[in-house]
């Protein structure tokens, strides 16, 4: 009986077997790669806003205190965006007749409430609350970043479950004082190592039961 | 015989055989069929979720299989991917309000036209849950289960939304415009002509609007309907003391209570009150403490009749002559002859009577006669109760009318109203037959109608005017005490509706006004600060009406029993305890919340007693044809055990096709056998038809068969051996296979006093509020597929003609060794440091086997996704979701939290104050709604804690402790104080 396939079949066969088997490595590595990827969480990438709001002028330049817009953060789950009547505080005395504010005059003016792009977002089924991490010591920047250099305002971090565990299984290396929590570019001391022992004491907090799913899912 | 459809074969149920073998045991059963073992209970017991084959669309060959994987894979993905979204903050954010943070508002709800006081939970405006005014003095902290639907009304998307001309849309401007008119007209003839149509109401605001209506207009008529009236306590207090009052009773004073078919605990404006005052006097921790004891004589099962000591099932019309007889012994004469209840019950009761003296309490039926009513009264002050267990006040719901619908149906026919404006009545649904408004209504010139829905009544008005909704209304109203309160609207009315108050303004030319302003006028003489304060409390300091005393002649005045009823079948009418007059028809929660005794869902049936049936040769579901007075409905029968015999109970609610959710419902519409404001009738018939209809009832599902559920004792019993619960209890083991867990911090845990539990449900459905269950229609309630986290199972002891009836509300154990976690193959049930055992949506794949493995049978299934998550398709009922809780899609387990939500809302709280959570603070939704506080929730570890407290009673027992589960919920068995004299329950028992 003649031979069905000829010599050159294992060569072809050879290449099918680890050819697949290098397309799986890369398809499961791009399957690992890309959803923590920029290009799908939107890290960095900032969003066109209706005003084009600058941190960097509000907080890098002028030094305005994060609470003084998102005034919900030390009481609230929500950090709370700014009434428009909050922006018109300084807006109605300041660049009074910028093109750019016109849609923040236009809101106070009519009523209608700006409608600004989420940036910062989890999925509904996750319950963030700003405030237990602000009174816990863990700082603005640490999850949203240098904002003071942001002209607009990005995502600074993934938001991912996985980089929320990372800190709700060993919170110290992100702790610091609670009164520095408002603080950007801060510089912990020599000893922040010792403090941050003390303050997981001082602050009862305890790792062991924050990777309760309940305590982000309800 | 749950959940049959019409074509499924039906096991005839040996009456005869049961009863001979429940008179010789104790055993607890839950229905006819559990006892009998009938196919279609060991269809709910043998699977869990039934009938899941019939879920499958018909016979899926390979292909559509594959077709439907390949869908789902590709939808996977697309799961992942969050839209983009925006955030709108305020324009001008109000100074109390930070986003993320609920804010809390008084105000108060009217069950039938009495105030009930709330306090309302809203999120960034929007009110989301219910919980009782513990300031006010009818809700004492709780609320039923009505009072929780009420959110749930006001996002119903079958609201009326416009007013209409002619069954046309038209503007409000329009409608003025027409009402201009009309005031000119009613102006010139003083109102000749006219009439008012009017519901039950205790607002002052709207007494003094009528007042100023029949000055301007001294033709006007006013006529009242309100076909759940209780006239009759007014007109004995008026045929005794020439003047009307209404009882309010004291049970916090009573020590020996006789209930005349009263359900005190489930009607009534007073309900909360006295259902918290009496179980208070019922609460037995040790062997020294005292109880009360009620005896109830009553027409048809109720939650009061459940909860009594001694209870007796006569027809309603022989309650007169136990009202008698009653009277007669207690004054010393001889028995009245023909008595329906036997005499050494009678002589037990009397002696209980004399014994506590001015401690004892008899209480009339509000629906009774007002002979009844007098006799009670009388009883009262021979016992020397009136003034301390019985106060009389001036009827809070006093409004001088014309007359009833009969009155305007008869001046209409004859010619003397020619105009009707009908504020919130729905007469055409809830009159009786005979009146025909119908016919009247359509010869008038003009009809107004003002009402929530576009109802019965709202299609055939020239004008129908949407009413704005409770909670979108200023006003103000009286408790059952007369205590005033203020209605504070929660949001801006959502399809721009009217108040009355507005209504009977324009009604008054005044065209352009503030919801507000008509109110705030009323109360004028409260300054600002006052007001505010009213407002903020929730009721108006020391409004309560003041006791009149007076003194009950001996005679009786003109009152005499009726003559002796005649021979037939007697009908008792009841209120569906939810959907009242049918008015709550259109809520789904409220459809699909069991009903306390029947546990029937979205539909009613004619209740009947297991000896009638057995003379009928019916059983449950068979049609039976109820005639009287000429007229006749069709109604499936139902048996309840411990109904009277010969007697019919029908219920009113149902049978209304107006509304989405309401054409969903079953049932018939008992107003069409009435013929006035009668709630019970003689000389009926029944005849059985040959067809049977499905009734949908959730009595078999998540049975436990045969085991150790509910255990009793009577406080005797329980004085001799203050552990019964452990008497014959299987011994528990110590060791477990399953993981040992830490308790470091908080150990939540849960107490329910089986004593204290009445039945009433209102835990039920403020479960369903607080998280986000879903309502899933008759079908899947017919498949016992239901989704309450929280259920009542009611059980009966004893005899079928006369059985004990207890309660007892099972949520999840949160089994410290919980057989559920161990058998998730994803980890999708965990336990968690504070011995809950989560549940992560986001993993669950929906295998059910956590549910297989669960003896307690708690957990429910979403084999639906019964709530939209596309924001634009879900409508406005959507606001109703608490935004704290996740909501559940398809495929995806869940079952009681503890309330989750709460418990870390509350941890957070202590946490930013660096505090340890305190005793009492974490209070769960089904804890803060129930009335007599049965539910005690709280943390273990702590020694000084209330559950601690409550855990050490010696009737306190786990659920099944023999399987180890080790639950966190415990119960305090049930105990009762039966007359040691009089043969019957009590005897220790395990079911």
Redesign the interface.
């Known amino acids: 009986m003649p031979q069905i396939f000829s010599k050159n079949a294992n060569g072809v066969a050879r290449f099918v077997i680890w050819g697949s088997c290098a397309a799986l490595l890369i398809a499961a590595a791009i399957g690992i790669i890309l959803?923590r990827s920029d290009l799908v969480t939107g890290v960095g990438e900032p969003?066109a806003q209706p005003v084009p709001f600058s941190h960097k002028h509000h907080v890098g330049q002028l030094g305005i205190d994060c609470r003084y817009c998102h005034?919900?953060v030390e009481?609230?789950?929500?950090a709370?965006?700014?009434?428009?009547?909050?922006c018109m505080t300084c807006h109605s005395q300041l660049f009074t007749n910028a093109n750019m504010l016109a849609p923040v005059r236009a809101?106070?003016a009519s009523?209608?409430?700006?409608?600004?792009?989420?940036v910062n977002?989890v999925?509904?089924?996750v319950?963030f609350?700003?405030?237990?991490h602000i009174?816990?010591g863990v700082a603005c920047e640490t999850c949203h970043g240098e904002v003071d250099e942001m002209p607009l305002t990005r995502r600074a971090h993934t938001l991912s479950m996985e980089w929320c565990l990372g800190c709700h299984r060993n919170p110290e290396p992100n702790l610091r004082p609670p009164r520095d929590v408002f603080l950007m570019h801060w510089q912990p001391p020599e000893d922040i190592a010792e403090i941050r022992r003390q303050l997981i004491g001082m602050?009862?907090i305890?790792p062991?039961?924050m990777t309760?799913?309940?305590?982000c899912?309800? | 015989m749950s959940a049959i459809a019409d074509d499924r074969p039906r096991s005839a149920i040996d009456i005869a055989a049961l009863r001979k073998r429940l008179a010789r045991s104790g055993e607890i059963w839950r229905s006819l069929d559990e006892i009998a073992g009938t196919a279609e209970f060991r269809r709910f017991v043998e699977a869990e979720f039934p009938a899941i084959a019939e879920r499958l669309p018909g016979k899926p060959n390979r292909r559509t299989l594959l077709k439907l994987m390949g869908a789902s894979l590709s939808l996977a993905g697309l799961a992942?991917c969050?839209r983009?979204?925006?955030?709108?903050?305020?324009?001008?954010?109000p100074e109390i309000l930070?986003?993320?943070?609920p804010v809390y508002y008084a105000t108060t709800l009217s069950s039938d036209g009495f105030g009930i006081g709330a306090i309302l939970e809203s999120h960034e405006g929007r009110p989301t849950k219910i919980e009782g005014n513990p300031d006010h003095p009818a809700s004492r902290g709780a609320t039923d289960a009505v009072m929780q639907a009420a959110v749930l009304t006001l996002f119903d998307p079958d609201r009326a939304r416009t007013p209409l001309k002619g069954g046309q849309p038209a503007s409000y401007g329009d409608f003025l415009k027409d009402m201009a008119a009309l005031v000119s007209r009613w102006t010139a003839s003083q109102g000749q002509g006219a009439a008012l149509l009017l519901e039950a109401s205790t607002s002052p605001t709207f007494v003094a609007q009528i007042d100023a209506l029949r000055v301007r207009y001294p033709k006007l008529k006013i006529y009242r309907h309100d076909a759940l009236a209780t006239p009759a306590a007014e007109a004995a207090s008026r045929a005794l003391f020439g003047s009307p009052l209404a009882p309010i009773y004291r049970f916090d004073r009573a020590e020996t209570i006789v209930s005349l078919d009263a359900d005190f605990l489930g009607e009534g404006p007073g309900r909360l009150a006295y259902a918290h005052d009496f179980a208070a006097r019922r609460r037995v921790r040790d062997p020294s403490d005292r109880m009360s004891r009620l005896y109830a004589v009553e027409s048809t099962p109720t939650i009061t009749g459940a909860a009594a000591d001694h209870r007796l099932a006569i027809k309603p019309s022989e309650v007169e002559a136990v009202a008698a007889g009653l009277n007669a012994a207690l004054t010393g004469q001889t028995g009245g002859s023909g008595s329906p209840i036997d005499q050494a019950w009678m002589t037990a009761l009397v002696d209980d009577l004399k014994v506590s003296g001015r401690d004892a309490l008899v209480i009339a039926g509000a629906h009774q006669s007002a002979f009844v009513h007098a006799a009670a009264l009388a009883a009262n002050a021979t016992l020397g109760a009136l003034g301390n267990t019985v106060e009389l006040i001036e009827p809070p719901d006093a409004l001088p009318v014309d007359g009833d619908l009969a009155a305007l149906r008869e001046a209409i026919s004859r010619q003397a109203v020619d105009t009707v404006v009908a504020l919130g009545a729905n007469p055409l649904h809830t009159s009786p037959a005979n009146l025909d408004m119908r016919k009247a209504f359509s010869g008038l010139k003009l009809l107004v109608h003002h009402g929530l829905y576009r109802e019965e009544t709202a299609f055939l008005a020239h004008w129908h005017v949407p009413a704005a909704h409770e909670l979108e209304s200023w006003g103000d109203i009286r408790a059952y005490d007369g205590t005033a309160s203020l209605v504070q609207p929660l949001i801006k009315p959502l399809y721009d509706g009217k108040t009355a108050h507005e209504l009977l303004a324009v009604l008054d030319g005044q065209f352009e006004t503030d919801p507000m302003s008509l109110v705030r006028q009323h109360w004028a003489a409260h300054d600002d600060d006052a007001w505010k304060k009213a407002l903020r409390d929730g009721i108006v300091f020391d409004s309560a009406a003041k006791p009149v005393t007076v003194t009950v002649p001996p005679d009786l005045g003109s009152l005499r029993p009726a003559a002796n009823a005649a021979a037939g079948i007697e009908i008792r009418f009841v209120a569906d305890p939810w959907l009242r007059d049918g008015r709550f028809a259109n809520a789904s929660w409220l459809q699909e919340l069991p009903r306390p005794l029947t546990k029937i869902v979205w539909s009613n049936a004619a209740l009947i007693s297991p000896a009638t049936a057995e003379r009928l040769k019916i059983e449950n579901g068979r049609v039976i044809n109820v005639v009287s007075n000429g007229a006749d409905i069709d109604v499936p029968a139902w048996i309840v055990p411990g109904h009277p015999d010969e007697t019919v109970t029908l219920s009113f609610g149902f049978g209304r096709k107006a509304g989405s959710v309401a054409a969903l419902a079953e049932g018939y519409d008992a107003f069409r056998l009435r013929s006035g404001a009668e709630w019970f009738a003689t000389g009926a018939a029944l005849a059985p038809r040959e067809n049977s209809v499905r009734v949908i009832t959730t009595q078999h599902h998540q049975a436990m068969e045969g085991r150790a559920i509910i255990r009793h004792a009577s406080l005797d019993l329980f004085r001799q051996d203050p552990h019964f619960v452990r008497k014959d209890a299987p011994p528990s083991p110590t060791e477990s296979l399953y993981p040992e867990w830490p308790y470091d911090?908080e150990a939540w845990a849960m107490a329910i006093d089986l004593s204290a539990c009445i039945g009433c449900m209102a835990c039920v459905s403020a479960c369903q509020a607080e998280n986000n269950i879903a309502p899933v229609g008759p079908d899947e309630c017919e498949r016992g597929q239901e989704m309450h986290w929280l259920r009542v199972d009611r059980y009966y002891a004893g005899p079928l003609d006369a059985p004990e009836i207890f309660f007892q509300p099972v949520p999840c154990m949160h089994c410290e060794k919980a057989p559920c976690e161990v058998v998730c193959p994803v980890n999708a049930t965990?336990h968690?440091?504070?011995g809950?055992n989560?549940q992560?949506?986001?993993r669950c794949i929906g295998t059910r086997y956590c549910s297989q493995n669960c003896p307690y049978k708690v957990r429910r299934f979403n084999f639906l996704d019964h709530q939209s998550f596309d924001k634009d398709e879900a409508g406005p009922e959507q606001g109703v979701h608490n935004p704290?809780?996740?909501?559940r899609s398809r495929g995806v387990m869940e079952k009681c939290?503890y309330c989750?939500?709460r418990i870390?809302a509350k941890r957070?709280q202590a946490?930013?104050e660096?505090r340890d959570i305190a005793d009492g603070e974490v209070v769960t939704a089904c804890q803060q709604a129930c009335p007599t506080q049965a539910i005690t929730f709280g943390d273990r570890n702590r020694k000084d804690a209330k559950v601690v407290r409550e855990k050490s009673a010696p009737q306190n027992y786990a659920l099944l402790e023999e399987l180890n589960t080790r639950p966190r919920t415990t119960y305090l068995g049930k105990i009762s104080n039966p007359n040691g004299k009089l043969a019957g329950p009590g005897e220790a028992t395990d079911g």
Do not use: M
């Not at chain 1, 009523?111 to 989420?118: D, L």
């Not at chain 2, 983009?84 to 954010?93: D, G, H, K, L």
């Not at chain 2, 930070?98 to 943070?101: A, C, H, N, S, V």
């Open positions: 959803p969003l005034n919900g009481t609230s789950s929500s709370g965006l700014p009434a428009t009547e909050v809101s106070l009523g209608t409430p700006i409608k600004w792009q989420r977002s999925p509904d089924f319950f609350n700003h405030a237990i009174n816990k602050l009862d305890h062991e039961t309760d799913c309940y305590v899912h309800r | 992942a969050s983009a979204e925006s955030i709108v903050p305020y324009v001008r954010q930070i986003p993320g943070k911090q965990v968690t440091h504070d809950l989560a992560v949506y986001n704290n809780v996740s909501v939290t989750v939500q870390s957070i946490q930013i660096n």
